[in-house]
């Protein structure tokens, strides 16, 4: 019997879950008294149990999850072993078991963090721009003041960080469904229990990712577990879930949109990219892919430009529509206050800006000591655009050749990576977003068996053979 790769991926991601989440608690200042003297996580232990932990290896908490975690572990790997004992059960007991280990590793350490800055300082356990600088402009927009004018010196943002890179606390460099669509989940927090955090508005829609990419591969049970593996323990986006940065906000947008998509629902997986795209620049770089995925396989001619144009141009109408309902009224407001904050901050053409930061190509611009500081200007834009459009049509025409669902994730990904590296920053969250476009476009590629994409020239009663025809899930052709 052959060893299975989804038991040796998931004890790779979970030492790797493990690891990291160690060493960003263990920077944390004071973290291990905080969490003993906890109202909450402080009771859980007996008198004197939290003393015999000692403050070394990471706080009771964090270590009995990483326990709980381990034991999960050793459990899926011999239900995987005991194939006549379990039998067809086995993938729901392997699914049941890699979920009690995203609770320990992902949802749990979220709901700590979100206790704890509760408990503390509300600058403390969060991200800067996704957890305090969203809430705050949740709070202007509740109020019917515009985030994009407004400052944000007085909040609790002018603490976090070190000062001397403080540069976003006159521009919010997210789009308007970050903070609109966050509203009304804040105002029922608040009205349940009394406070909100940003996280659980990030947490709930990333369950919900998971799910759907789950059931879009329940007839291929191996390759859903792995896929909710990689999202779920993704190395880079499960920290980034914990304390709250916003990628896992668009990646579900365009999750749901293309689970639609592959469900030949061009419209509702319209509604969908819209808000991804009002949500995040990173959702902009899969429109083009996702256009041609709403072609079809259908081979280019002036006749079927003609008559099958329609079929996109309505979705793409749509999901502008959705993009222009969320930023249209910001940009009536003050499009120079909305510009300066999302394009000009990032770019470096602000007055002040955001600086030369991450792991890419910027690295080496620095290191030619042409430049004063990591604020000073440079001309990004010409290695972007001249490594990007190649790109962008070398992948459009393999996506033409060959277009499924897949293409459209894995594909945006690389056009979104090839931009990112010769940008002026590469943050590693960026690299987390793009790590799970990559392993959705590897899980969600056609296989053999599966029915080929339509013909070049459909007939006359094409729809109806379709609209009659099973479903394929990861096949996103449109009739």
């Known amino acids: 019997m052959r060893q299975s790769f989804d038991v040796l991926l998931l004890l790779v991601l979970l030492v790797t879950r493990l690891r990291i ?38 706080d009771p908490v964090f270590l009995l999850l990483a326990a709980f975690s ?4 050793i ?49 403390s356990y969060s991200h800067d721009g996704g957890v305090i600088q969203t809430e705050a402009a949740i709070d202007y927009f509740l109020s019917e003041r515009n985030p994009y004018i407004e400052s944000y010196a007085d909040t609790p943002m002018a603490e976090w960080g070190f000062p001397q890179f403080r540069t976003a606390l006159e521009h919010y460099p997210y789009l308007p469904a970050t903070f609109v669509l966050s509203a009304p989940l804040k105002l029922l927090a608040q009205n349940l229990w009394g406070w909100y955090d940003q996280r659980f508005t990030y947490l709930l829609l990333f369950i919900l990712a998971l799910v759907l990419v789950q059931r879009q591969l ?30 896992s906000f668009v990646l579900t947008w365009v999750i749901i949109s293309l689970w639609f998509l592959g469900r030949r629902r061009p419209l509702a997986s319209a509604l969908f990219m819209g808000i991804a795209w009002a949500s995040k620049p990173t959702a902009w770089f899969l429109a083009p892919f996702w256009l041609l995925a709403l072609w079809g396989d259908r081979r280019l001619s002036w006749e079927l430009l003609r008559t099958q144009a329609p079929r996109v141009l309505r979705p793409l109408a749509l999901a502008g529509a959705v993009f222009i309902l969320f930023v249209g009224p910001y940009v009536i407001w003050d499009a120079n206050a909305l510009i300066d904050d999302v394009w000009r901050w990032a770019a470096g053409t602000a007055v002040v800006h955001y600086q030369i930061w991450g792991w890419g190509f910027a690295n080496f611009v620095l290191a030619s000591g042409t430049l004063a500081d990591r604020f ?28 499924t669902l897949g293409q459209v994730y894995w594909n945006g990904a690389m056009l979104l990576l090839v931009f990112s590296f010769f940008s002026r920053f590469l943050n590693e969250n960026y690299l987390g977003y793009m790590l799970a476009l ?13 029915r080929p994409l339509t013909q070049v020239s459909p007939p006359a009663n094409h729809a109806d053979v379709v609209a009659a025809s099973p479903k394929i899930s990861n096949a996103c052709v449109l009739s």
């Open 75 to 123: 459990l899926y790997a011999l239900s995987d072993a005991q194939t006549t004992v379990i039998g067809r059960r086995r993938y729901q007991i392997k699914s049941g078991l890699l979920w009690l280990i995203l609770l320990a590793l992902v949802f749990l350490p979220t709901v700590k963090l979100t206790l704890l800055r509760h408990d503390n300082l509300p600058h």
């Open 70 to 73: 381990l034991l999960c572990f």
């Open 376 to 403: 000073a200007i440079w001309p990004f834009w010409i290695p972007e655009l001249l490594f990007s459009l190649p790109l962008l049509l070398l992948l459009l025409r393999k996506q033409y050749r060959h277009n």
């Open 438 to 450: 990559f392993a959705l476009g590897y899980y969600l590629q056609e296989e053999p068996g599966d």
């Open 218 to 247: 329940r007839q291929r049970p191996r390759k859903a577990l792995e896929l909710t593996m990689l999202l779920g323990l993704n190395p880079i986006m499960g920290l980034d879930v914990i304390f709250g940065q916003n990628d």
């Open 21 to 58: 989440n160690s060493f960003a608690e263990s920077s944390l200042f004071e973290h291990f008294q905080n969490v003993s003297r906890h109202p909450w996580m402080g009771g859980l232990l007996p008198a004197g149990a939290v003393d015999a932990f000692g403050p070394w290896m990471g």
